[in-house]
């Protein structure tokens, strides 16, 4: 069992950054790939970033590749995400979550955050 809390998020004007922080419990977290995802209003969540369990390996969606990064520190069992050059389009509630193998597909994340909102004005 994984337990993972979101912090960091909040408003932030166009061109503006925000880093987002994924505190996770259980002494398991190393072996767990992790991964962000977001969901706007009256959409899917989709996939924004992943990274595999020793953080040398990471995948980004085409819409926040050169401004998201993802990290992680597994002595703090904590994953970031690092986002800069914010659009409005960003906007959403952003979630970490937990899966068992590296993936974009949301169904392979058995365990998630309760979210942070992120707000980007123009």
């Known amino acids: 069992q994984v337990q993972l809390v979101e912090s960091g998020g909040g408003l932030v004007r166009t061109g503006g950054s925000l880093r987002l922080s994924c505190a996770a419990s259980?002494?398991?977290?190393?072996?767990?790939?992790m991964g962000w995802f977001r969901q706007a209003p009256e959409k899917g969540r989709e996939f924004v970033a992943t990274?595999?369990?020793?953080?040398?390996?990471?995948v980004y969606a085409d819409s926040v590749k050169g401004r998201f990064t993802i990290s992680r520190d597994n002595a703090k069992n904590t994953v970031y995400l690092q986002m800069n050059s914010l659009k409005p389009e960003d906007t959403a509630i952003y979630y970490c979550?937990?899966?068992?193998?590296?993936?974009?597909?949301?169904?392979?994340?058995?365990?998630w955050g309760q979210g942070t909102q992120v707000t980007v004005s123009s």
């Open positions: 990274i595999n369990w020793s953080g040398d390996s990471t």
């Open positions: 979550a937990a899966s068992t193998r590296g993936t974009v597909t949301k169904v392979a994340y058995a365990y």
């Open positions: 259980g002494r398991t977290f190393s072996s767990y790939a």
